[in-house]
């Protein structure tokens, strides 16, 4: 093979290479402006173009503008925009043929936008476009310029060209495809939202804010089908309840409602809980026993604070999830099971698979429809509603004829309610049963004792941001020194000791319960109880309370 023959090998598998290259970086995101440019930097350090570039068409399908360069100024990009049928590279884009100028200085149609001509240095510059096709229009131009060389193939550059603009216009099109389903389904989604607001109920759910009814929507939306439910929010914030309301909407209504609470169980009893004993498989087992899998048979089972199992168990559970079948505890017979699974947590799911605590499988597996319910303090305007369903059910079961006075309805719009709608439910007992009149005041209530509940409700109604800690610790505590802490909190810090950050963790940072926050605060802090308070924004004193009511131990080291 003579010296031609090599040198043409040689250039044959640069060009596989970099169409190869090329693939991968246009495949790798649907970040168009990312990948074109890596692209092109690809294609330029490959072949040894001067400058690469590929202009796109607008919407309108007239004019063309960059999308990506290689070596251009910034002046250069802003140049570079063209009309369809204007100049090589509107005329490329229009013809829908490839174009070669073996010298752009003595090229009349060549503009010179970008200022190729500028940086020629006494060489002769060839220009080479490809046009950028769809499936079956024209999305724009690619196109490069290079000095020539006494062995130049333009016909090779055109090859490598047009395979690297197919693939340029397979991307752009899927980018768009995607984009425009996207805006189709954000559409969709605020029109149903429109439509459907105010329009939703369940049965013993009260709620009509909107964040409320989108959550009947989503209900009413996923009831009918035999997907798998992920229910999200704080404790308190009637996850059963709506699961319980999904399984009446379903076809599975005439099946049984099985619920379990995860977080109750240690490992081996959840096992023989959710999957039945055969007789003699561990002591105490007189009998064989159906778990709540077979109980639940064409009905739904209802898995609450999911998020509590342990990994091993978290193994067997999603065996059954995938096969639909399982084994008694002691047993060898599969048993098969038609189980619509609804399941609910207040932890961060997706922080517990980054940290490995929770399967990754699994939570796939039943993360497939989530919703979400918001927080009572999220939703205000079902506070009253939510009072006279409680009272009116109070009466019912006691026979009273309790009653809210407006005194103690502005109580309860102004409390910040840690607990949910668990917490007003056992707020409005409470104060009913102890009230001396059937008129519920403001006095009436535990957290009212002289001036707590007027300071603590006012620092509430001006910051919601406080913390759950300090608004529960302020309420609940019958003493004066509460409230008064409770003001003193509401002032910002005036100075930080030293080594303090002056970066407050954000929200999300922060576990969800009471009891929780308290113990990061005080991990976070070495268990120092001061440094802690101020983590939380509270007084040493309220930290004291707060953990005394939560009968947290401080570690000494």
Known sequence: MGANGVELNAR????????????????????????????????????????????????????????????????????????????????????????????????????????????????????????????????????????????????????????????????????????????????????????????????????????????????HQVAPSRATVLLRGESGTGKEVIARAIHELSTRKGGPFIKLNCAALSESLLESELFGHEKGSFTGASGERKGRFELADGGTLFLDEIGDISPAFQTKLLRVLQEREFERVGGSRPIKVDVRLVCATNRNLEKMVAAGTFRADLYFRINVVS?????????????????????????????????????????????????????????????????HHDSIEASDFPCSSNRCLTQVLHFVKKDDAVSPVLVSAALHHPDDSAADDAVEAAAPPTRLEAGASAVRPTDDDKPQGERERLVWAMEQCGWVQAKAARLLNITPRQMGYALKKYDIEVRRF
């Open 371 to 435: 919703i979400f319910l918001p927080s009572l303090r999220e939703r205000r305007e079902d506070i009253p509603a939510l009072t006279r369903h409680f009272l009116e059910r109070f009466n019912r079961e006691n026979d009273r004829t309790m009653k809210l006075a407006p005194s103690g309805q502005t109580v309860m719009m102004q409390c910040y309610w840690p607990g949910n709608v668990r917490e007003l439910e056992n707020c409005i007992e409470r104060t009913a049963t102890m009230a």
């Open 12 to 219: 044959a598998n640069v060009e596989l290479v970099t169409v190869y290259e090329i693939s991968k970086i246009l495949s790798s995101s649907l970040d168009v402006t990312k990948t074109l440019r890596e692209a092109l930097n690809v294609l330029a350090h490959h072949l040894d173009f001067r400058r690469a570039m590929i202009a796109l068409a607008d919407e309108d399908g007239e004019s063309l503008s960059l999308a990506a360069a290689v070596g251009l100024s910034a002046k250069e990009w802003a140049s570079g925009r063209y009309r369809a049928g204007e100049g090589i590279l509107g005329r490329i884009y229009r013809s829908g043929s490839p174009m070669v100028v073996p010298d752009i200085s003595v090229e009349p149609l060549f503009l010179n936008r970008t200022g190729a001509l500028d940086e020629a240095d006494g060489h002769t510059i060839a220009f080479i476009g490809v046009p950028i096709r769809g499936s079956s229009e024209a999305l724009g131009v690619l196109c490069v310029d290079r000095a020539v060389t006494p062995r130049g193939n333009f016909s090779s550059d055109v090859r490598v060209l047009t395979m690297a603009a197919n693939l340029v216009g397979q991307s752009v099109a899927l980018r768009r495809v995607v984009h425009d389903e996207h805006e189709r389904l954000l559409n969709q989604a605020k029109l149903a939202r429109r439509e459907t607001r105010g329009r939703f109920k369940l049965d013993n759910v009260v709620g009509s804010s909107p964040r409320m009814q989108e959550v009947f929507a989503e209900a």
